[in-house]
């Protein structure tokens, strides 16, 4: 080429560039945006409580000088124990953009938790309204803003009938898409059919709140998470909350990618030598069945099939179940006696 048309390219390249320059660094993180996998978990800690007496709640058993001595020496080491729980549970895909959790006892404790050093780079803003259960735990919310923009953060009575905890809602945008998390802490077992009338209670409560949003917009991406205290198959999930292991034909009702791996005999808590599904993600169809092209969407997780996984590595167990912080009164030292679910959210 001669000299005379080198330079003629050259100053036709410059212009160009002047008219349509490529942002480089733009470009860069419009494909890591695009790329980006999301994890979002829940999980119930265990009795997270300071070491403070709160004469409005009957925490009394969680102080230094109770029969468990709580101290702030467990306590700082059970926060530790958390944070590498999630630390790990990001390895492979980046540390959580949001964590449902249960059995919190206050905002404080969240705060703390948030602030590990292990996980401190996500940044963790929270989400906390004290409740009526009488001993004080709450179900809370942390998120990284700067992954998820927060628009409504709001706490709802139980309609059950008993002091039991709030269900916590989140409204906010991943990627613009729109979200709607319902996390739940449905009251315990213990009293038999009794409690499982309440918990029916608190799932229609559930699935009237989701049906809600899902009118006033139909784009919406709902997700319901928490400890349900039933079965993937009991009547409170896959009856009242329409939450089955198949997705509709007409959209209606929930996907709940826990209810195939309590098929294959998983398991989030260990009771009397058997493991249940307590803990469970169940999500809106078209968090499935995405809406458009390039919307968000469950992805599988690892190398095999599933939509949701239990999080587990050998040093959170004992003797094959979850290794508890406490059993009775007697204090274990392990990191809690539930183990966290997650599910993935990519294009």
Same mark, same amino acid.
């Given at each position: 080429?001669?000299?005379?048309?080198?330079?003629?390219?050259?100053?036709? &390249?410059? =212009?160009?560039?002047?008219?349509?320059?490529?942002?480089?660094?733009? @470009?860069?993180?419009?494909?890591?945006?695009?790329?980006?996998?999301? =994890?979002?978990?829940? #999980?119930?800690? !265990?009795?997270?409580?300071?070491? &403070?007496?709160?004469?409005?709640?009957?925490?009394?058993?969680?102080?230094?000088?109770?029969?468990?001595?709580?101290?702030?020496?467990?306590?700082? &080491?059970?926060?530790?124990?958390?944070?590498?729980?999630?630390?790990?549970?990001?390895?492979? /895909?980046?540390?959580?953009?949001?964590?449902?959790?249960?059995?919190?006892?206050?905002?404080?404790?969240? /705060?703390?938790?948030?602030?590990?050093?292990?996980?401190?780079?996500?940044?963790?803003?929270?989400?906390?309204?004290?409740?009526?259960?009488?001993?004080?735990?709450? =179900?809370?919310?942390?998120?990284?803003?700067?992954?998820? *923009?927060? /628009? %409504?953060?709001?706490?709802?009575?139980?309609?059950?009938?008993?002091?039991?905890?709030?269900?916590?809602?989140?409204?906010?945008?991943?990627?613009?898409?729109?979200?709607?998390?319902?996390?739940?802490?449905?009251?315990?077992?213990?009293?038999? !059919?009794?409690?499982?009338?309440?918990?029916?209670?608190?799932?229609?409560?559930?699935?009237?709140? @989701?049906?809600?949003?899902?009118?006033?917009?139909?784009?919406?991406?709902?997700?319901?998470?928490?400890?349900?205290?039933?079965?993937? +198959?009991?009547?409170?999930?896959?009856?009242?909350?329409?939450?089955?292991?198949?997705?509709?034909?007409?959209?209606?009702?929930?996907? %709940?990618?826990?209810?195939?791996?309590?098929?294959?005999?998983?398991?989030?808590?260990? #009771?009397?030598?058997?493991?249940?599904?307590?803990?469970?993600?169940?999500?809106?169809? +078209?968090?499935?069945?995405?809406?458009?092209?390039?919307?968000? *969407?469950?992805?599988?997780?690892?190398?095999?099939? @599933?939509?949701?996984?239990?999080?587990?590595?050998?040093?959170?167990?004992?003797?094959?179940?979850?290794?508890?912080?406490?059993?009775?009164?007697? #204090?274990?030292?392990?990191?809690?006696?539930?183990?966290?679910?997650?599910?993935?959210?990519?294009?």
């Amino acid at each position: 080429m001669c000299k005379a048309c080198i330079r003629y390219a050259v100053v036709l &390249a410059a =212009v160009f560039l002047v008219r349509y320059p490529v942002p480089a660094q733009d @470009a860069a993180a419009a494909s890591d945006h695009a790329s980006r996998r999301y =994890v979002v978990a829940f #999980y119930n800690v !265990e009795d997270l409580f300071d070491t &403070a007496d709160d004469p409005h709640t009957a925490d009394e058993e969680m102080l230094p000088l109770a029969d468990r001595r709580w101290t702030e020496e467990r306590y700082r &080491a059970k926060l530790r124990s958390l944070a590498r729980v999630i630390s790990e549970m990001g390895a492979a /895909e980046g540390l959580p953009v949001l964590i449902g959790l249960a059995e919190v006892e206050n905002r404080a404790v969240v /705060e703390e938790l948030a602030a590990e050093p292990s996980i401190a780079a996500a940044g963790y803003a929270v989400c906390h309204a004290d409740s009526p259960d009488t001993r004080g735990i709450d =179900v809370a919310f942390m998120y990284r803003p700067d992954m998820l *923009h927060l /628009e %409504n953060f709001r706490t709802v009575r139980a309609a059950c009938g008993t002091a039991t905890r709030d269900l916590a809602i989140l409204e906010g945008r991943i990627c613009g898409e729109r979200f709607c998390v319902v996390a739940v802490h449905f009251p315990s077992r213990r009293a038999g !059919e009794w409690s499982e009338a309440q918990r029916r209670v608190c799932a229609r409560q559930v699935r009237d709140i @989701a049906d809600s949003v899902r009118r006033a917009d139909a784009a919406v991406k709902v997700i319901v998470m928490g400890d349900m205290n039933d079965e993937p +198959n009991d009547r409170s999930v896959a009856r009242d909350l329409g939450a089955r292991r198949r997705v509709r034909d007409d959209g209606s009702g929930f996907y %709940n990618p826990f209810a195939m791996k309590r098929r294959a005999g998983r398991g989030t808590y260990r #009771y009397d030598g058997r493991w249940n599904m307590l803990d469970q993600i169940i999500v809106s169809p +078209n968090l499935v069945r995405p809406d458009g092209d390039g919307s968000l *969407h469950l992805c599988r997780i690892g190398r095999g099939r @599933a939509l949701g996984s239990v999080f587990r590595r050998k040093w959170m167990l004992r003797r094959g179940e979850p290794f508890a912080t406490y059993r009775g009164s007697d #204090y274990l030292g392990g990191v809690s006696d539930h183990l966290p679910v997650y599910v993935v959210l990519g294009r």
